[in-house]
């Protein structure tokens, strides 16, 4: 800070109703100026001002960015990676693994949590800061992942016939021959150095809340603020964790979300974000640990934005709402991610929106604090099958990965209002949803398959998508043909692919435009065994195959997309699967801009949230019973007109 302000601050957050503030996550420099010389006095500071102000804090370990004076002592703290060892400069450089800086992440936490564990402010602990492991492959990690293969695989014979070791001569016959598999080529091996990367990540996390819970006290949470994939913004299946795995040893799992603003403001990425977060730990609620406020000067909001932006968090299951940052630095790296305030640290538009919303939050908390949902769909991911999809993707010169595939269709369902979790390979729970849709599930091992063809068996229906049941989990393609087990509830086989060309779907039986009637990126020749066929492609040569199949397997269905269709027609196909699964209601009635989500609060009423994302006031007839809404207090009747203004929210509650 360019001065000092601390009580200015403080009386400007009271004024917006911000409770809760977090800190320390990032000062290691500061708070440990030289090896085993520690200065607490700017968290004493902060934590006094806070308690004084009744601000509730959230304290970060501050191991994601290490000082200088530790990479001076011991350089190769810096994680080497496949392109070469990292600079001191940015954040997240480190190895992990390394023994002095975990040595000294140790000191540093207990020294920290010592010192703040008993002070009443203290209301939570956030372990490190959207950990990865960073691609770390040096020398020893390489040693590492060597005894993993060693305990894991330990007939090196079938280990090498299980990877394919044989093809350009990687076989090996003692494991002390085994080199670094930083320039693999073997899918199977860099998948599996990848699964062994984000256990470290796992491991590196529980490491840390197995501390700071040694130190804290019973009424105090340990949390993590995970991330997603990045495209300028957050958009998939973060490919560098396992964060189902790494979030089952914290209290609460914590998110940050960053998305469009403006006219590009759509809600998805929030949506996304949440339903991912909350599914972490079973449906259990989470916090929004880092938002934007302002963020990049392209996502400056519009009047109003801020405040709705704010409830769709909460709609999603969000008990916190937390932006990144308070006041804007004046210099470094983030000069221009603005916070609350710019760097005049005056009241501006977006401060002054938040005022609103602190307000409104301080009200109405009782009831929307812990919304519970039932969700009947879900979307089926895999970290598996991101990375081995990833290694191979669409062809030589393709750039579309996983989470390309993966979002169009969590997107349309959210733009219909079908309100989706997400649930990894690792569930074991999915009979409680009448719909599940499986992208790209390209390695997957055969109990996982069988899983899913007992769940359609016993009642389930699935969506399947191109490039599912391809490869066993140790990316070997299967012996078989495609999609090997899923066949027998697909009711389907292929041999052949090919990338398509001006190659749309026969008779267009979903009544899209042209344009949007077209196959992209990749087509299975498809031939039914006991699938009926739902579309057929519209080719010379290929139109014999099938494109699209549904199949009666047990007392479920299995619906299979031998192709990746246009977001336009992934929108139509599903549609009509969500009617097939029984679960067509009021809320598809309506759809995007108008977005409706919902959940049951702690008085066991059902809280309806209805969002018009864009920017022309909108009206439409209340399709539910009788209501209240809660930010105006006005009560709402069954089929009554709503008028809803541009980039605005009514939260109603059943009465």
């Known amino acids: 800070m360019p001065y000092d302000r601390l009580d200015s601050d403080v009386k400007m957050m009271k004024e917006a109703g911000i409770n809760v503030v977090r800190i320390a996550e990032s000062t290691w420099a500061t708070l440990e100026p030289q090896e085993g010389t520690f200065d607490f006095s700017h968290i004493d500071r902060v934590l006094a001002a ?173 949390t993590q603020n995970f991330d997603l994939d990045w495209r300028g913004y957050s958009y998939g299946i973060q490919p560098r964790v396992d964060q189902f795995a790494a979030a089952q040893k914290m209290d609460v799992a914590g998110v940050d979300i960053y998305h469009p603003t403006q006219d590009q403001l759509t809600g998805t990425e929030i949506a996304f974000g949440g339903d991912l977060t909350r599914s972490m730990k079973g449906g259990q609620n989470y916090l929004v640990i880092e938002t934007q406020a302002q963020g990049f000067p392209e996502w400056t909001p519009y009047p109003g934005q801020l405040r709705q932006q704010a409830f769709s968090h909460v709609a999603s299951g969000a008990n916190m709402v937390s932006y990144w940052h308070w006041s804007t630095t004046a210099n470094s790296i983030e000069t221009y991610w603005r916070g609350l305030l710019s760097q005049d640290f005056q009241p501006n538009e977006t401060y002054l929106e938040a005022k609103t919303i602190g307000a409104d939050f301080a009200r109405l908390s009782p009831q929307l604090v812990n919304l519970k949902k039932e969700n009947k769909v879900a979307l089926y991911f895999s970290n598996q099958a991101l990375t081995a999809f990833n290694a191979f993707k669409f062809g030589w010169t393709s750039q579309e990965e996983y989470n390309d595939v993966l979002r169009p269709f969590y997107n349309a369902l959210y733009r219909m209002n079908v309100e989706t979790d997400l649930v990894d390979s690792s569930s074991r729970d999915l009979n409680r949803y009448a719909l599940i849709v499986v992208p790209a599930l390209y390695s997957a091992s055969d109990a996982e398959l069988q899983r899913l063809n007992d769940y359609v068996r016993q009642g389930g229906h699935i969506v399947y998508t191109f490039k599912s049941g391809f490869s066993n989990e140790h990316v070997k393609v299967r012996a078989t043909p495609q999609p090997g087990i899923i066949e027998q509830a697909a009711g389907i086989r292929y041999s052949q692919v090919t990338i398509p060309h001006n190659v749309a779907l026969r008779d267009n039986p979903y009544g899209v435009t042209p344009e949007e009637n077209q196959a992209r990126w990749w087509m299975e020749l498809i031939k039914p065994t006991t699938a009926r066929v739902l579309a057929r492609y519209d080719h010379p040569v290929w139109g014999q195959y099938a494109a699209l199949t549904r199949n009666q397997y047990g007392s479920g269905t299995v619906t299979y997309l031998g192709f990746m269709p246009s977001d336009t027609l992934i929108g139509a196909i599903l549609a009509d699967e969500v009617k097939q699964a029984g679960l067509w209601d009021k809320a598809q009635a309506l759809h995007f801009p108008h977005i409706v989500r919902q959940g049951v609060n702690q008085q066991g009423k059902t809280v309806r949230f209805l969002f018009n994302y864009s920017s022309t006031p909108t009206s439409l007839s209340w399709p539910w019973p009788d209501g209240k809404e809660l930010l105006s207090n006005q009560n709402v009747k069954s089929n009554q007109m709503l008028s809803l203004p541009a980039w605005g929210v009514l939260i109603i509650e059943a009465l």
């Open 50 to 222: 806070m308690d004084k102000a009744g601000i509730r804090v959230i304290i970060g370990t501050p191991t994601y960015a290490v000082p200088a004076w530790m990479v001076k002592k011991h350089p190769d703290i810096l994680a080497t990676t496949p392109q070469g060892q990292y600079k001191f400069g940015p954040r997240q450089n480190m190895d992990i693994t390394h023994p002095w800086f975990r040595q000294r992440a140790e000191i540093v936490i207990r020294k920290l949590m010592e010192h703040v564990k008993d002070h009443p402010a203290v209301i939570g602990f956030q372990v490190d800061n959207e950990t990865k492991h960073y691609d770390t492959s040096g020398p020893a990690v390489q040693a590492q992942f060597v005894a993993y293969l060693q305990k894991t695989y330990p007939d090196l014979q079938a280990f090498n016939k299980e990877f394919g070791m044989d093809y350009w001569s990687h076989r090996i016959h003692s494991w002390d021959d085994f080199l670094s598999v930083d320039g693999t080529v073997n899918a199977s091996l860099a998948a599996e150095f990848a699964r062994f990367q984000r256990q470290l990540v796992t491991d590196y996390l529980n490491w840390q809340v197995e501390l700071v819970k040694s130190y804290s006290r019973a009424d105090q949470f340990v």
